[in-house]
């Protein structure tokens, strides 16, 4: 039993080498990131901007220059800021980090984003022009986000199957690294593409003739 407990926290095993036995036993890692408490901020931001949604869709906010800029601002110091500023501060090797604002930035980092798509989708509903409603209204755009939410889905996967069929830590220098990335892309990627079309699509065009039919039943009733 010592013995199996010395490899399998053995610094030299491939788990420890990725960090990943290490990650998983972990109930922080648990709460933070897999539990209801601690990804329950992004739900209840959606929600608050969906009754926002409800109760303004026909009143007009974003009217003056001025509300279009301070929209424009909020949004992308928002979603933008919240990702490039601390990563400056974590990338600097020279500086002692504090647990304490790395704490607040996991607990506050995606209610931060949240808020941020939140309200620029809110303002986008309200015909506020940016180069977001062109992305947006762009056709591909509706295909690529299907496949980037199932790449999102299945990335967590791949990375954990390439992690269990390592039998030997792995040498890695800077070009390795640029093709183990390309490499995990490319295989996150087709595995999206599958699900994308085996699950993801079948399944939504099924909801939607299912809503649609509950609509036209309503509809006769009326």
Not at 128 to 144: D, H
Request: aromatic residues 14%; hydrophobic residues 45%.
């Amino acid at each position: 039993m010592i013995l199996l407990q010395h490899n399998t926290y053995n610094s030299n095993s491939y788990r420890s080498l990725y960090g990943i036995n290490h990650t998983l036993k972990n109930m922080q890692w648990h709460i933070q990131y897999i539990g209801l408490f601690g990804n329950l901020a992004g739900p209840l931001v959606g929600l608050y901007f969906g009754y926002i949604y409800h109760n303004k869709r026909d009143t007009k906010l974003f009217v003056s220059k001025i509300s279009k800029w301070v929209w424009w601002l909020v949004v992308h110091v928002a979603c933008y800021g919240i990702i490039i500023i601390p990563g400056i501060f974590s990338l600097d090797i020279n500086k002692e980090h504090s647990p304490f604002w790395a704490s607040m930035h996991a607990a506050t980092a995606r209610l931060v984003f949240a808020a941020g798509i939140g309200f620029g989708l809110f303002g986008l509903s309200q015909r506020v022009e940016c180069y977001l409603k062109r992305v947006l209204e762009w056709p591909p755009t509706y295909v690529l986000g299907r496949l980037t939410y199932s790449a999102y889905l299945v990335h967590i996967p791949v990375l954990l199957f390439k992690i269990g069929v390592s039998r030997s830590p792995t040498f890695f220098n800077e070009f390795l690294i640029f093709l183990d990335l390309g490499g995990t892309l490319v295989a996150t990627y087709m595995a999206a593409l599958v699900l994308t079309i085996g699950i993801e699509m079948p399944t939504s065009q099924l909801l939607k003739l299912a809503l649609v039919d509950t609509t036209d039943v309503s509809n006769k009733k009326k």
